[in-house]
């Protein structure tokens, strides 16, 4: 009779217990719920514009597919403006039975991509001030326009050391060559970034710094030993590690010394990826791949060979594939042939699951349009660029007091700018134009073939020129230099006794080719707020703030830096 009485107190109990037992979990109940091909799919970041497309377009109709068929995990977006591209993630949103993981490169803020965004200076121009502080806030100010766009992911800050002044694709978009710098800068971007629920992603790992091919163009062979990694190259990925960054991501870079087989990219190597990231580095967020449409993997291996080697290696996310469902296949053939473990799949697909919920998307995949205009490229952000760049430009040079500039001497400007971007060159003309004090003669603009008499025709002897230089880093360029014509053209002018002052809006290393100029100033890019604190500092109404973050020569070195005081 007891066991009886018992049997029904437990079955009327029974809803009431199960009850206080809390829900499944969302990332184990959506795991459960997925086929193994649904959840590889959730490994594959495809692309696409942030325009947003007619909804019979062939693009928008890719990415339906992509969504709905294929199921992917996530989309990388390239360009267009902020009203767009947050129309088309809601859209794409609402067709994924799955959260979509949208993210972007957007370095030094969301202008990188967006025609109507903000636009930080440069990393390099960061590190030249040395204020973390102001790091952090522009990491925090971009989180908040990421989530505005519905943009989870930035794959930003970039840990690299430039080591190397001969380097095509990093240049200016490290913070410099000390590793304790770039650590600490990179840091603070990861902390503001992270701190306003935004993944920030630590790159190009195991470090691009010192190559001197662009790994958009083929791939970088270095020949460095796992010591000189350790000591240089690792420090920055490891001080982002322990800082709790979120994701890395890996490099397109071929290391003999680690990996044997040849053309396999440390991007793709479970012999840096796994040993290395996973295992020594005791790394366990997301791990996602460089662009797969870069040359330094699409000249050497097939869709398939690169999507098998990125699983095997420890890849989480696989950026850009050469075929989306081509990926997936190989990946799925592979699984069901025993080659890779199912348990291997599911160890990525819970982390990315994971971090779709620390995003909360599991709560609300969508984004508040009507919000997009007081948050995108607002007061603050603008505010915030001109302090970054206000203590960052740097006077490497001043001989003979050239600086600053005054209304008792003739100026002729020498524009030299060998890219189609004109906007920040246009900025700079127009305020020195617009200013009534200063007396300047006439404005060149220098072509890449022109000859250097036929410019020297045109300049008085004895008149002073300002020479702002736009030499930009560039995929696929090989350069971030000038030309042989216009470093002859600079150096005729300072032996022919005029007094010249070059600016170098990017590219800092420039000043080893004229190296006898009188005046040499780095600004580290071209964005409107670095052209306008040199307007200032040249006219004398802010002192120059900045201290090399880099080594141009013996003579200027890390840490240099003139002010007016």
Request: contains cysteine; aromatic residues 8%; charged residues 20%.
């Amino acid at each position: 009779m007891k066991n009886f009485i018992f049997l029904i107190i437990a079955i009327l109990f029974l809803p009431l217990c199960s009850y206080n037992y809390p829900d499944k979990d969302w990332v184990e109940e959506t795991m459960s719920s997925m086929t193994l091909r649904e959840k590889i799919a959730q490994m594959i970041i495809s692309y696409s514009d942030g325009y947003n497309p007619g909804e019979n377009s062939r693009e928008f109709n890719r990415l339906k597919k992509l969504i709905k068929q294929e199921k992917i995990g996530g989309i990388i977006f390239f360009k267009g403006n902020s009203v767009q591209q947050a129309e088309l993630t809601n859209k794409l949103q609402s067709l994924s039975e799955v959260p979509l993981l949208i993210s972007a490169d957007y370095e030094r803020g969301t202008g990188m991509r967006l025609n109507d965004g903000s636009l930080f200076p440069n990393n390099m121009a960061i590190g030249a001030s040395r204020r973390f502080d102001l790091a952090y806030e522009m990491g925090l100010l971009i989180s908040e326009e990421c989530r505005a766009l519905g943009v989870h992911q930035n794959y930003a800050p970039v840990m690299d050391i430039n080591n190397n002044p001969d380097n095509p694709i990093i240049n200016v978009r490290s913070f410099g060559e000390d590793a304790q710098l770039v650590s600490e800068m990179g840091i603070s971007i990861i902390k503001g970034l992270q701190d306003g629920g935004v993944i920030a992603t630590a790159k190009h790992f195991p470090g691009h710094g010192d190559t001197d091919i662009d790994s958009h163009s083929d791939l970088p062979v270095l020949n460095f030993s796992m010591n000189r990694l350790r000591n240089l190259e690792l420090i920055p990925f490891k001080s982002a590690i322990d800082s709790g960054v979120k994701s890395v991501m890996t490099a397109h870079l071929s290391f003999p010394e680690l990996e044997k087989r040849k053309y396999v990219p440390a991007s793709l190597s479970d012999k840096i990826v796994k040993n290395i990231l996973i295992n020594e580095l005791d790394f366990k967020g997301l791990i996602v791949t460089d662009a797969l449409n870069m040359a330094g993997v699409t000249k050497h291996l097939s869709p398939k060979e690169v999507a098998i080697l990125a699983v095997e290696a420890g890849v989480d996310l696989i950026l850009m594939p050469q075929g989306e469902s081509v990926t997936i296949n190989a990946i799925f053939d592979a699984v069901s042939e025993g080659k890779i473990s199912e348990d291997r799949i599911n160890l990525s697909v819970q982390k990315i699951l994971e971090a779709k919920k620390w995003l909360n998307l599991d709560e609300n995949k969508y984004v508040d349009e009507n919000k997009l205009s007081t948050v995108i490229n607002n007061e603050a952000e603008k505010l915030l660029s001109q302090e970054i760049a206000d203590a960052s430009v740097t006077l490497v040079k001043n001989d003979n007091n050239i600086l600053p500039i005054n209304d008792n001497t003739d100026y002729t400007i020498i524009s030299i700018n060998n890219t189609q971007e004109t906007a920040g060159e246009e900025y700079f003309t127009e305020l020195m134009k617009n200013n009534n004090q200063l007396k300047i003669n006439q404005i060149i603009y220098v072509k890449q073939e022109q000859k250097t008499i036929n410019v020297l025709n045109k300049i008085q002897n004895g008149e002073c020129c300002i020479i702002p230089v736009y030499s930009r880093v560039r995929i696929k360029t090989g350069t971030v230099g000038i030309p042989d014509s216009q470093i002859e053209l600079i150096n005729s002018l300072i032996n022919r006794g005029n007094g010249v002052v070059v600016i170098s809006f990017g590219n800092p290393y420039l000043l080893k080719a004229f190296q006898n100029v009188e005046g040499y100033i780095c600004a580290y890019g071209d964005a409107e707020a670095s052209v306008y604190a040199v307007y200032k500092a040249i006219l004398g109404n802010i002192d120059f703030n900045g201290k090399l973050p880099v080594t141009i020569n013996e003579t200027f070195k890390f840490g240099f830096g003139l002010s007016y005081k």
